[in-house]
């Protein structure tokens, strides 16, 4: 992948974008509400970053991914989801293929610097709840990045839908 270390990666992406970051040390954490804990927000601040394997057509053997962006609290439904980016076929991405596609692992993943070894940066897609100042996983583990969603959002260009599942 990269000589850079992940919060390297971070940190130059972000800057070459002209976007302001807040890096912050975590500590350890083994779920969304544990992590935001830790950090003193409510979960649904902190932005799951998931990698989803996409096929175009049903019959190619060819895949892509692209970057899904859902509230802690919330998760993605993948029929919307596949709507709003326009795919036959959409799942989430093995943590290997995840890693192979951005260079981070998962916990770790956020689109600053998420690029495949080839240098491919893949389409971000959010959830339209999304908003205000986020927390993001920052390329290491134990460390986040704090984000205004609108400079995200603009910064990747970002689609926005209702891509969430809601509770009955």
């Known amino acids: 992948m990269s000589e850079l270390s992940g919060r390297e990666r971070v940190l130059a992406d972000a800057q070459a974008r002209g976007v302001r970051i807040e890096l912050v040390e975590r500590g350890p954490a083994s779920s969304v509400e544990e992590a935001a804990g830790n950090l003193g927000i409510e979960p649904r601040k902190i932005v799951k970053t998931l990698v989803a394997k996409a096929k175009v057509t049903q019959s190619t053997p060819e895949h892509s991914y692209l970057i899904a962006l859902i509230p802690g609290d919330k998760q993605v439904d993948w029929a919307k989801l596949r709507k709003l980016a326009g795919m036959k076929k959409l799942s989430m991405a093995a943590p290997e293929e995840g890693y192979q596609a951005t260079g981070y692992r998962p916990g770790t993943i956020n689109p600053f610097g998420a690029r495949a070894a080839e240098g491919v940066q893949w389409p971000v897609y959010a959830d339209a709840s999304i908003s205000g100042r986020v927390c993001l ?22 689609t926005i839908g209702d891509i969430a599942k809601h509770s009955a």
């Open 137 to 158: 996983g920052a390329g290491e583990p134990g460390l986040n990045l704090f984000v205004e969603a609108g400079e995200l959002f603009a910064a990747f260009g970002v």
